[in-house]
């Protein structure tokens, strides 16, 4: 049974207040700078909350996050969402138990991003703190974070990400060239987990690469 | 029509609040170490506020910022400029657009400039956040960001940025040699997420570089 | 005499306002990523005060830490411990003077893990912060910090432990490869100044070694 | 003519808060980890103020700062100075102008020590904030801050600062292999301007370095 409107409104409030929060303590580590990353959050099966178009991700407030059906059509508002919403979108299409993505550009992910794109793929194991990421319980399993090329074509990062969904492959996050991280969970705190724990384990990578040790 | 004294003082006042506010900021991120730095914007067609001499950065008030005219005289005070004052006047001169102008002097600008002045230029490709800067729209643009010697006689310097700007190269920042970062925008909002996009890509830059990775 | 119930659930309420403020200030700095770290402290001759698991360390309160006996068995809580409580015990029970310990996890432990772990210890030598270890008085002594492998069995590494204490060799802190450091003292102000001064000696080795320099 | 015992008092808690507030801000900033670092002020001609042996310098009060005659001897206390209070003592008498002396411990002073320890100095040049050094009025000065043997004998240390000083070289600030650098001015905001300052310029030659630059 869909919501009715005041309830959707009332969880895209919610939402919004989750939204804020995360982007004032991810801005305040420089994971967002310059008004760069974006945010979303499941409302319900046809809807996410995402976050509006070039607003500071530090001073975010619930007028700052707007509702979107799966489909892409902004529901309720005149606002536009963020450019990157059908990457948020595809995420909630083709992975239902997700329900919440962030996007984050701190300069760990970023360069990590541009060192990697060649192999494609950034294979972390040996750290504990994989064991961070659901479903891993172990140091000594693997962690694939694929490197997709960058581009001002929505569509052309999409179809790379669906090609790897497409080969069942599990999938935990990646990354876009030169440009930052996706990574999600079944509900904030768990995609906030998931971003901590992916952030420390490239800059360790990044760090033990810059002493000469091999991973 | 030119400002009455009293629209001015109110003017000035109000650039005073905006830039003492930004260098807080600022200087809570170290990126003006030991009085360095000086900060301005644009009251009206004639007249820039700017930072007066050797005051601290981080704990600036509307007292600390003083009206000069774009013939670099002080107007209603007997205050010191900052003694970079002619490179600020230089560029609302040239860049009538321009509202507000930034120097500041991060480790990553400083460590940048000495490293890459030998090439005279910073060539940035390839990351997504030059689309922070106003008029870059794609990662496949190339952002030349200048490296100018350093000189304790400003006209040297602005000898080599009106080179620059008369070969009507665009311009949106430039690097003096051991010194430090200039940028700037049409408004201080601009001006901010141009030092933090700049910031953020020369940090990038540096670490890439530190990791073996070509750019 | 062993404590009274009452005393024992004063006494832990009051490890516990320690163990959250700790946490709070050690994750402030990064040092517990994704709910990584577990801390403890001693409360009477058989029984301490444990993190409870799985918790975010940054917000911890008294109620986040359980007591359970040196025999491993919780007291008065149907509350699971820390999955490495063996580990602390294993402390409190072999150096019967430790009244603290801490299991952290910063980028500098968990890189300098992983690139030591062939040697199987980082010897610290030349630093005047080594001082800041209990029973230290000059800078040319030398600190051993073992390195021990990775396991998801806590006894694997209890037995490297055991095995170090059994020679008699004196040990203020160590390693678990990929994995962070365990440190630990009289009360919790030694145990906190023990893992400032490691992360600094550590910080200091990696970043000389980056550098080309030799210690 | 001496101060009376009041003045003495006055001025000795007058300078225990500006120190209090000093050690504050540096312990914010990770420059004395594990209650390393001391710190010092000039009460009048013969007698200075100084942190009292091992307190933590992030929570110092005006009660953590002693007197002590030029000559060595506790004025009005049973309290022990700080082990290195010799050092600071003879800045005092040798440099009369002397007003504020600060003994701190980053990573990047106590890395650089180590580095160039060999060389018995770091010649800084080319870097536009050496002129927050008082004194110096170009980037193109050279600016030597000599590194000396660490001892846990102060005489040891004292007799190469005074053979430095006897040969009338200019001296601003030094540092001790592994452990520190000490810098001074006129006054507490001079000594600190010379400490921010010398962080960064040691921060930017140190990344020079690992960047493969020449300075």
Redesign the interface.
Known sequence: MPLSSAQLIERLHACGEQIARAGSELAARGWT????GNFSMRIDEDTIAVTVSGRDKGSLSPKDVMAIGLDGHPVGTIDRPSAETDLHLQLYRRLPETGAVLHT?S?NQ??AS??FAKDGVIALH????QK?LTGY????SRVDVPVFP?S?DMGDIGRNVAAWLDESRPLYAYL?????LYTWGRDMPEAR?HL??L??LL??E??????G?T?
């Not at 700078?33 to 760069?36: E, H, I, L, R």
């Open positions: 700078p310059a008004t760069s550009h300069p970023t360069v541009r060192l040996g750290w504990e703190l961070a319980t172990s140091h000594e960058n001002q876009i060239e030169g440009h930052g987990r901590e724990a952030e420390f800059a360790c990044l760090d033990l690469k810059r002493l040790g991973s």
